[in-house]
């Protein structure tokens, strides 16, 4: 039998998932190296992906997110020169990068995401020069960023998740094994090779001594924890489960301050941070919210965090909610804001997030920001939280439902793109650990009616609490507008008048000059669905993930095989 383009469990799969044991073509084996475009996301395929695909010389879009792939990704997928999108996120990849990745001179996405990928990152992604998209969080990578070309423009959460990374745009500098920064000769002539040999003599004694003396303080170490360490029943007592807690010399006199750090995320002493914490007052704070007040907190090297207070009204009990608080943690998402660490102080419990530069949707929506967002801006922020909220529902475990999606919950950093904030305190602050809420945690005008009617949250409330933050995108206002308000409805009630009397142009945001016509009907359409009354008709985060990636940001039309038509 032929090798075909994917190559399934055995079977030759050129052609949608296998449902039953079954195959039926897709991609016709004549012609099929014409094939511009497969988008096959959320498929449930599995096996893996042929050399065979470097056949496909015109292909522009490879969508295949969501899937059950795995084993490497071939190196001859970079033949396929032509590709502008390629999205392989959450699969089960391994391997490498493909060496030649940057043959691709066309590509403008790169998502491989989520994903078991490991080794370094190759410095040929700087030849990318239209990349406008890179995602590589949420794998093994490991070694130092490259800073070529336009590597060097993307910022840390391009690569958040893979701990072993270092470099400029994670702000980690490159050690070796011994602490020291790496310094390798470089040789231009026989005498500098001389020389480095020299050097690398001198250097291999000097790192055999250095080994020796570790080694000896290695066993000097093990022998005083073998002394000093707790009993079974102490140890039992004081663990946090993937938790490095961190507590004060002095917390049995000042009341027990104790600071707890997600798996290694601040790295600072903890005197100074708790010192930092300790001294921010009214001229530190950025904003408030629902649960408290946020403050901006810079450290000795100028690195900044966001610093929640929450009120002392909700607070919950401290050890369900360090419990709570640990699962907070550990989720990692490029879309959603970063919970470094906690703080118990004897007045108060202080939350410890990145820091956004730019701020929430709201703001720069809606106030005086000189950060204009033009309708392509608004497209990738529709996407990124749509993204952000699909992990909590589809990814986690337990799932995490919002309960609070609104714009100012939609933090941007310097490159606009979006986090999700404040995911998962409306049930730790409100809920003392039950599953089901009696009490409406939510912003009015955002709320979905069977929420407000019967105080259960669900995936598909926060589903329509999206679908008015998609609204408040198109049209440039707040739900609760008072122009909304004054016809007695507000943005949905207005949406659904606008839409059976056919009067769209009076929706868009006029100062949205470079928005076309067939995106706006697609966000108003999707916005529709997501807002329907009854939540069972409503999508699935995941369902508006994709038809955002299909419909709006690499729009494909006719499905998988295109010879006519040029788009990406």
Partial sequence: MTQGIFSVTGNILISSPIVDGLVSPVIPRKNSEFARCINLPYMQLGGIISPSIGKLSRLRRLALHQNGLHDIIPNEITNCTELRALYLRANYFQGGIPPDIGNLLHLKILDLSSNSLKGAIP?????????????????FFSGEI???????????????????????????????????????????NDESEVTTKRISHYVKWVLIGAISTMGIALALVLLLLWICLPSKKERTARQYTEVNKQVNPESSTKGGTILIT???????????????????????????????TVYRMVMNDCGTFAVKRLDRGREGSDQGFERELEILGSIKHINLVNLRGYCRLPSTKLLIYDYLALGSLDCLLHGNSEHFMNWHTRLKIALGSARGLAY????????????????SNILLDENMEPHVSDFGLAKLLVDDDSHVTTVVAG??????????????????????????????????????????????????????????????????????????????????????????????DRPMMNEVVQLLEQEVMSPCSSGLYESQINHY
């Fill in 123 to 139: 410095s040929s992604i700087g030849q990318l020069t239209h990349l406008q998209l890179l995602n590589l969080s949420t794998n």
């Fill in 146 to 188: 490259p800073d070529e070309g336009v590597l060097g423009a993307f910022g840390k959460n391009v690569f958040i998740g893979n701990l072993d990374l270092c470099g400029r745009q994670v702000k980690k500098p490159c050690h070796t094994t011994l602490g020291f920064p790496v310094v390798l000769p470089h040789a231009e």
């Fill in 262 to 292: 997600f798996h290694g995320d601040l790295p600072y002493p903890s005197s100074e941070i708790i010192e930092k914490l300790e001294s921010l007052d009214e001229e530190d704070v950025v904003g408030s919210g629902g649960f408290g």
């Fill in 392 to 407: 909590l529902h589809h990814d986690c475990s337990p799932k995490i439902v919002h309960r609070d999606v609104k714009s």
């Fill in 443 to 536: 912003t009015f005008g955002y709320l979905a009616p069977e929420y407000l009617q019967s105080g259960r949250a669900t995936e598909k409330s926060d589903v329509y609490s999206f679908g008015v933050l998609l609204l408040e995108l198109v049209t440039g206002k707040r739900p609760t507008d008072p122009s909304f308000l004054k016809r007695g409805q507000n943005v949905v009630g207005w949406m659904n008048t606008v839409q059976k009397e056919n009067r769209f142009k009076e929706v868009l945001d006029k100062r949205c000059t470079d928005a076309d016509w067939e995106s706006v009907e697609v966000i108003i359409e999707l916005a529709a669905r997501c807002t329907d009354a009854n939540a069972d």
